[in-house]
């Protein structure tokens, strides 16, 4: 898991479609600055107005079955194979 400080402003990460050494290339909502996944587990900014900045990173999230999850998080919606079928997971999934 990464910081999500640009700026000292929060923002959220997509990625761009593209791929570099087969990692993708993400990209920050605030300032739309390309970012890449370095080895040693920072991203940092290789284009746009963060071009050298470098975010690190906090935290491998845990791992937790789908029974775990729901029970600390009884809102979450899951998707189904068919991208149009989305269910509340408190649904019996």
Same mark, same amino acid.
């Given at each position: 898991?990464? /910081?999500?400080?640009?700026? $000292? @402003?929060?923002? !959220? +990460?997509?990625?761009?479609?593209?791929?570099?050494?087969?990692?993708?290339?993400?990209?920050?909502?605030?300032?739309?600055?390309?970012?890449?996944?370095?080895?040693?587990?920072?991203?940092?900014?290789? /284009?746009?107005?963060?071009? $050298? @900045?470098?975010? !690190? +990173?906090?935290?491998?999230?845990?791992?937790?079955?789908?029974?775990?999850w729901?029970e600390?998080?009884?809102e979450?919606m899951?998707?189904?194979?068919?991208?149009a079928?989305?269910?509340?997971?408190?649904?019996?999934?």
């Amino acid at each position: 898991m990464y /910081g999500r400080q640009v700026n $000292g @402003q929060t923002t !959220t +990460f997509g990625t761009t479609g593209y791929t570099y050494n087969n990692l993708f290339l993400l990209y920050d909502r605030l300032t739309e600055s390309v970012w890449y996944p370095m080895q040693d587990g920072s991203i940092d900014g290789i /284009g746009g107005s963060q071009l $050298g @900045q470098r975010i !690190t +990173f906090i935290e491998e999230p845990p791992i937790v079955s789908l029974k775990q999850w729901r029970e600390l998080h009884p809102e979450t919606m899951v998707l189904l194979d068919d991208a149009a079928s989305v269910i509340p997971a408190k649904a019996g999934i």
